[in-house]
């Protein structure tokens, strides 16, 4: 009897010839989700893997090569996933939709709150919305009287080093808000916390023009990976 090279290698990938216990949709089902591994979890949304690895080894082979870090998955491209044999489009983009609700969820959540009280309420707002993103965004965060949010704002997106804060927009979207107060946020790609020459200029300049306007600056936020830095916390705003 002659035989296939191909017969003789044992595929893998389907998740149904695996033990019940081991197949990640059925393990949800019997132990719930917070019994899954992320490799797990990954390897629901993929549905299956290539000719040699399961849904799970595929997983467990990506996140290897981020150092098992959610954080740095979220940061990869969708070109950057389709670089692993037996990730396509479709599974790459099923992967960066389900990292996206759950950064919606959690600035959802934050959100909830309203109120500013503290720097560390305008990073947990922006920290997952901007920390993963491989360029500067320039955002304003509007509020009322008693410091109650009444508008995120986006203002602009820029390179990998700089972001345009520009002050006509800045204060025409708190004007139209009819904002009370005023708090500035961006991203530093880099993951470095310390402000730019740049950071500390426009801040100076806006926090001039706020209180001619009677609209004031009340901090100024830099977001990164690592952390975050606040202007009114450091005393230089």
Do not use: C
């Not at 037996?86 to 109120?115: D, F, N, P, V, Y």
């Not at 500067?136 to 965060?141: A, D, I, P, Q, T």
């Amino acid at each position: 009897m002659l035989y296939f090279l191909k017969d003789l290698i044992p595929n893998k990938s389907v998740i149904t010839e695996w033990a019940e216990e081991d197949r990640p949709r059925e393990k949800l089902l019997l132990k719930g989700k917070a019994a899954l591994s992320n490799a797990e979890l990954i390897a629901i949304l993929i549905g299956s893997g290539n000719r040699n690895e399961t849904a799970v080894d595929l997983s467990k082979r990506i996140l290897s090569e981020i150092e098992d870090n959610l954080h740095n998955l979220a940061r990869l491209s969708l070109s950057d996933l389709q670089k692993f044999k037996g990730i396509g489009e479709a599974k790459a983009i099923s992967i960066h939709a389900a990292l996206e609700l759950g950064a919606r969820k959690r600035t959802a959540e934050a959100e909830k709150r309203k109120k500013i009280t503290a720097s560390s309420d305008v990073n947990e707002l922006f920290q997952e919305e901007l920390s993963a993103l491989q360029y500067e965004e320039f955002h304003v965060l509007l509020l009322n009287q008693a410091n109650k949010i009444l508008k995120k704002q986006l203002i602009s997106k820029g390179g990998i080093s700089s972001s345009i804060a520009d002050p006509k927009l800045i204060f025409e979207a708190a004007l139209n808000a009819k904002a009370s107060a005023l708090i500035l946020v961006h991203n530093h790609p880099s993951g470095n916390l310390k402000p730019s020459k740049q950071d500390i200029a426009i801040t100076a300049k806006l926090k001039s023009a706020g209180q001619v306007l009677d609209l004031p600056i009340l901090d100024h936020i830099i977001i990164a990976e690592t952390g975050y830095y606040s202007f009114a916390d450091e005393g230089i705003l």
